[in-house]
């Protein structure tokens, strides 16, 4: 028998191409597609709730007859028509209205025996139910016991298919495909965790017989899911360590000579991680390391010494990071830090710029190639084609989140397995770091510079306004700088210059007249921006009013004040990367978020920074309010395929799952074994792009 993944879903019974196509835009190609297409929820219909018992508030499943059913027209509103139906079961009565559907009358008649889902209010004195979710209970009995006196599976909708005919259609691919689906998990796995096959638990996740194996059907797909997501990163990770890398020699003393030379003592998590980056990049093999700091923890420190290592051992280093304006920022920064830094040669160290607008581009290209360049800082100009190395020896990508998966393996394939080191503020919780990143190794910088007084964040609503012109007048009056920040709305990139351009005139002429002020916003040229940037680093202007440009990394410690203008609509990782550009000095700091937000998610955002100061606590929160799939967005390769598999709440599982999977790729690393075939021909399914990691040969 053909295998379900090869079948399409049109040589199905009753898929035409018109189903088809609504079959695809739900990524549902094939019969196995279909099988792994989940319910959305279940109604347990073994039981349905008497209309006389209903609790008013709450989600409910009812039963009964249609007594009458019309549609009226609003009065007050121009082509607004409301549907109700008054239903009976012998018990009581209940209204069940719809708007806007006047179609439902062709569907919905008088004595109609109909099942209904919805939630019910009391509504000037009666029961009402608001467009509730019906199916019409048939005549025909012998597919009732489908659709009722069972834990029924409702999904998520495909157009132009009913409820029903989904769930026929569901049950009778299970009943004829079943047999053919082979079991990927092996045996011995399942049988260590009491896992169903495959059978049972695809049976079981469409139509429960209980809910007990309802949950043991989930809880075995969900296993599947980790499992299979951790092999590419298992074999990934043990084939990474029989490459031969760099063995880097660092010149100790040279290495001493620039910590001492330093103007602060670094952090005992800054030295732990500096041992480990060391040992990596003393190691045989390349380094992948992941280094996790919440802002203003020091990272770039940590990478320039890392650096050093490689330089002092004769390689060359890149470091890329996602704006030209924190280049810069690095670049002024590192120069400054490497000034009377001599190698042992007495060659004193050549730190370059590279951005794709300036002048000198074509002259530091040749400089690269010639290994006249230790250590060139850039943007994504570094992965153009014409950028090649003599001997590239570290890569170091900051702010990884910013770029995707593709660009970020770019730069290491210009050198010859070099290592890399990847930081991020964005972090995750620690627990999850391990299991996503699994071929990377973690380390965190975990607690930030002594003296650092907490950033006092409040939320105020825009009637504050005149207390806040207060409030930064009070900073400024201290010597202290002040942000003040717009959204950008992806749509309409200009709208929010244009309310930032707005605000600053109005600082400028009308509030803060006394001033100097600074705008800065992405469309402006590079060498403004930089100007800007500069101005303000050196104390020249008080107040900058921004757009998201300034988000990440940027480091002026005499900063002390962040506002956020319309904070609902930035993100709440955003929200904290823009608060992290404060708190940088000695002195007291805030971040003012201005908001009339009214949706419950973005009030539970703001008041989540308000309460935490922590980034991998907000972190934690914001895969609360987001959920994983929002969360990682698509820029994690994999998670997407994550469909019931929750990595937040089902981390013991995943765990399960990763330690199995990793065992499997010691034993088996390019799954060849005759036992692992069909896990083999699974993760190529899954994963195409990783065909070349189980490649004999
Ligand atoms: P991030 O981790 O957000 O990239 P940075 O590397 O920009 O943070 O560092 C933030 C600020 O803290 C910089 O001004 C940096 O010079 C300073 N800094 C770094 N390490 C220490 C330390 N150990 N003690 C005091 N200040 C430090
Ligand atoms: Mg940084």
Request: proline letters at 5%; glycine letters at 6%; hydrophobic letters at 40%.
């Amino acid at each position: 028998m053909q295998q379900p993944q090869n079948i399409p879903i049109r040589f199905l019974k009753g898929i035409g191409p018109k189903r088809a196509k609504a079959f695809a835009q739900r990524g549902v190609y094939t019969v196995e597609d279909l099988l792994y297409y989940f319910p959305r929820r279940y109604e347990d219909r073994t039981k349905f709730i008497p209309i006389a018992f209903i609790n008013e508030t709450t989600e409910q499943t009812v039963r009964g007859k249609i007594i009458n059913i019309n549609v009226r027209r609003s009065f007050r509103r121009k082509n607004f028509s409301i549907t109700e139906a008054l239903v009976d079961d012998k018990t009581g009565r209940l209204t069940c209205i719809w708007f806007n559907q006047p179609y439902l009358k062709q569907y919905l008649k008088q004595d109609n025996e109909v099942i209904l889902y919805g939630k019910t209010e009391l509504y000037a004195g009666k029961l009402q139910m608001t467009n509730p979710e019906f199916e019409i209970v048939s005549e025909d009995t012998e597919d009732m016991s489908l659709h009722s006196g069972r834990i029924v599976p409702i999904y998520p909708s495909i157009e132009g298919l009913g409820q029903r005919a989904l769930r026929k259609l569901m049950f009778e691919t299970l009943n004829n495909y079943v047999p053919a689906l082979q079991d990927v998990l092996p045996y011995d796995i399942r049988a260590r965790y009491n896992l169903l096959n495959l059978a049972q638990s695809l049976i079981n996740i469409h139509f429960p017989k209980d809910e007990h194996l309802k949950q043991e059907a989930y809880r075995r797909l969900a296993f599947e899911e980790f499992f299979i997501f951790q092999l590419p990163l298992a074999i990934r990770k043990t084939q990474s360590r029989q490459i031969q890398g760099i063995v880097h020699k660092p010149d100790d003393k040279l290495i001493s000579k620039f910590i001492d030379s330093l103007p602060f003592k670094l952090t005992p998590s800054q030295i732990k991680v500096i041992e480990e980056i060391k040992h990596d990049m003393a190691s045989t093999y390349p380094m992948h390391r992941l280094l996790q700091g919440d802002v203003g923890s020091g990272k770039t420190i940590v990478a320039t010494i890392a650096a050093l290592f490689a330089i002092s051992s004769g390689s060359q280093v890149a470091f890329m990071v996602p704006t030209e304006i924190l280049a810069r920022q690095h670049y002024d920064k590192i120069t400054g830090l490497f000034k009377g830094l001599n190698l042992t040669d007495g060659k004193s160290l050549n730190v370059a710029l590279l951005s794709s607008s300036s002048s000198l581009k074509n002259k530091i290209i040749e400089d690269i190639l010639a290994n006249n360049i230790h250590l060139v800082i850039g943007t994504h100009a570094l992965l153009e084609e014409e950028v090649r190395f003599h001997r590239l020896g570290l890569v170091i990508i900051d702010e990884q989140h910013r770029f995707g998966v593709g660009q970020r393996a770019l730069l290491p394939a210009k050198g010859t397995n070099p290592d890399v080191l990847i930081m991020t503020a964005t972090p995750i919780p620690r627990t999850l770091a391990i299991t996503i990143y699994g071929d990377l190794d973690v380390s965190v910088i975990s607690e930030l510079p002594l003296g650092r007084k907490a950033i006092e964040t409040v939320w105020i609503t825009s009637q504050k306004r005149l207390w806040l012109y207060d409030f930064i007048r009070q900073v400024v009056q201290k010597g202290r700088q002040v942000y003040v920040v717009y959204p950008a709305i992806e749509e309409s990139y200009s709208i929010d210059i244009l309310s930032a351009e707005k605000m600053y005139e109005e600082f400028r002429t009308k509030v803060f007249p006394q001033y100097s002020i600074g705008l800065i916003h992405g469309k402006l040229r590079q060498k403004e921006q930089e100007k800007i940037m500069q101005d303000f680093k050196q104390g020249k202007l008080q107040i900058l009013v921004a757009t998201t440009v300034l988000e990440v990394g940027i480091d002026v410690p005499n900063a002390a004040l962040m506002v956020i203008e319309q904070a609902e609509r930035f993100g709440l990782a955003q929200l904290h990367q823009l608060r992290g550009r404060v708190g940088r000095g000695p002195w007291q700091s805030w971040c003012i978020l201005v908001s009339d937000a009214t949706t419950p998610e973005a009030k539970a955002r703001l008041e989540a920074l308000v309460k935490y100061k922590d980034g991998f606590r907000i972190a934690e929160e914001d895969l609360k309010i987001r959920g994983p799939g929002e969360y990682f967005g698509h820029r994690q390769h994999g998670l997407s395929g994550l469909r019931i598999g929750n990595p937040l709440t089902q981390l013991h599982l995943l765990k399960d799952a990763r330690r199995q999977a990793w065992e499997l790729i010691q034993k088996d690393p390019k799954l060849l074994l005759r036992q692992n075939v069909l896990l083999r021909n699974k993760l190529l399914q899954r994963f195409p792009e990783y065909e070349n990691l189980v490649m004999v040969g």
